[in-house]
Each structure stands twice: as C-alpha cells, then as structure tokens.
C-alpha cells in the first residue's frame, strides 16, 4: 500500500492588492497578498463566459520579507506551493476556517513599473537553509534585492506582530 501524496499548487495571475508584511513575536516575518487568476470557456449556449478565482496567498521568512518589498497590486506573477486549511474560534465565539496557499517560489513575470525590460524574470525560493534564492540554472538571470536594499530590514513592532500560536487571519 503507497502512502505517497501530493499537495502542490502551481498558480499565475495578478495581485489584487498589495503584500501585507507582518511578524511572529519571535520575529519570522510573514507577507500574505491577495491573486486572482482569471479563466475563459464556451457554454452549451457557445457563449463565451469568464470567470475570475481569488486566492489567499502566505510566504514566510525571507521570501516573505522579498515578497512585501517587491509586488505590487496589479503586477503578473508565478507562484508555487500548497494548500493550508486553518481553523480557529472568532471573538464572538463561532468557529472559522480559511483555506491559502503556503508559497515556496515566487517568480515576477512583469517589469516594475516603468521599467521597459521585456525579459524581465525574477525567481524566488524559499528553502529549509533559510537561503532566499534556490539553485537556478546559470541560464536564468536573477535580480537580487537583497543586494540592492539600501535600508535596514523592519524590526517586528506591536503593530505589525502575530502570534503563530493564535492562527489570527489578516
């Protein structure tokens, strides 16, 4: 008897609004942002309809903190990772459940805004070691933002702090 299983998810689309940056009390940084990928069919009438999904995207660590200084609403991307369903109790007692996807690669697929490169590419990875960028092939050129961050990372304030233990949705 297998007990392989697979959770992947592999989506492209624009973001709806821009990364919300946060951090743990123990100061692991978390960015969630809103996508929504859109779709196109024929109907029995051979109409032609679309349609719009939106989802609840998280990354953590230093692709997270990659994620909040890079995006922004309205920019093409490629994301990568699995899906999360995590429950908890609301302030007035009823019970709540909310299913996002847990990204581990991020690739940018458009040019920021008024930069006119056409082959622009950036990729992402979040890994176990903690490094922000995984092995790319030496084909692949990728942009390092880390290298060209100017100012300090955020510190975690009161303001901005989630506990993991809480699962509070933002």
Known sequence: MSTRSLNKVTLIGNLTRDPELKYTPSGTAVCTFGLATNREWTDSAGQKQEGAEFHRIVAWGKLGEICSQLMSKGRKVYVEGRLQTRAWKSQDG?????????????????????????????????????SPLSDVSPAE?????????????????????VNEDDEIPF
């Open 94 to 130: 009823a019970d709540r459940q909310v299913t996002e996807i847990v990204i581990e690669e991020m690739i940018l697929l458009d040019s920021p805004k008024g930069d006119r490169d056409e082959g622009y590419e950036s990729r992402f990875t979040s890994n176990e070691s903690g």
């Open 141 to 161: 050129e990728v942009f390092n933002p880390i290298a060209d961050v100017d100012e300090e990372p955020k510190k975690p304030s009161k303001k901005n702090e």
